[in-house]
T-cell receptor, first 111, second 115 residues
Framework: GESVGLHLPTLSVQEGDNSIINCAYSNSASDYFIWYKQESGKGPQFIIDIRSNMDKRQGQRVTVLLNKTVKHLSLQIAATQPGDSAVYFCAENGGYQKVTFGTGTKLQVIP | NAGVMQNPRHLVRRRGQEARLRCSPMKGHSHVYWYRQLPEEGLKFMVYLQKENIIDESGMPKERFSAEFPKEGPSILRIQQVVRGDSAAYFC?????????????FGPGTRLTVL
């Protein structure tokens, strides 16, 4: 069936470096993608979203890139900080009124 | 502006008991979504409700699980005759309009443990 998945389960990054978290999706009908951050014991926190008519969107220290040709989504975090340590989920809305989540990537920031 | 509220934060039940999880959406939000999360996994959609209506319950188990979002008061996710496999974190999210048009915001979750 349709699914959203991530390439790497765990990513370790030195503080101050840039982080790149990748996501593959399989539903070509998806028109809206979201990145969430989930810290231990908390609910997912919205980071940034992008619509399928865009290739790139920037926020504060974060950039989302969408490659519809290969159905790939990435989240770039600039100057990674210890507070960025969390599990990051990509999610898609495939035209239906619900969101499908990937399994998540754990980002570990090394001080 | 308070965010999405969920209570209780932790709930312990013995097998066969009932679990009631409550969710108060953000002010002005009339769309509520329930998700379930097992440890080290992503969130799985369960049900989508608007006031007094269930819009999509395709992710909800056919038996023992029910959800409501009454005209007044919080949304309730009810699990009857709980089993150990129901142990998980249950998250509620709300949005002003349907997701894809508007962003959904999540509550802190209820962690259900079935003994």
């Amino acid at each position: 069936g349709e699914s959203v998945g991530l390439h790497l389960p765990t990513l370790s990054v030195q503080e101050g470096d840039n982080s790149i978290i990748n996501c593959a999706y399989s539903n070509s009908a998806s028109d809206y993608f979201i990145w969430y951050k989930q810290e231990s014991g908390k609910g997912p926190q919205f980071i940034i979203d992008i619509r399928s008519n865009m290739d790139k969107r920037q926020g504060q220290r974060v950039t989302v890139l969408l490659n519809k040709t290969v159905k790939h989504l990435s989240l770039q975090i600039a100057a990674t900080q210890p507070g960025d340590s969390a599990v990051y989920f990509c999610a898609e809305n495939g035209g239906y009124q619900k969101v499908t989540f990937g399994t998540g990537t754990k980002l570990q920031v090394i001080p | 502006n308070a965010g999405v509220m969920q209570n209780p934060r932790h709930l312990v039940r013995r097998r066969g008991q009932e679990a009631r999880l409550r969710c108060s959406p953000m002010k002005g939000h009339s769309h509520v979504y329930w998700y379930r999360q097992l440890p080290e996994e992503g969130l799985k959609f369960m049900v989508y409700l608007q006031k007094e209506n269930i819009i999509d319950e395709s992710g909800m188990p056919k038996e023992r699980f029910s959800a409501e979002f009454p005209k007044e008061g919080p949304s309730i996710l009810r699990i009857q005759q709980v089993v150990r496999g129901d142990s998980a974190a249950y998250f509620c999210a709300s949005s002003r309009r349907e997701v894809g048009v508007d962003t959904q915001y999540f509550g802190p979750g209820t962690r259900l443990t079935v003994l």
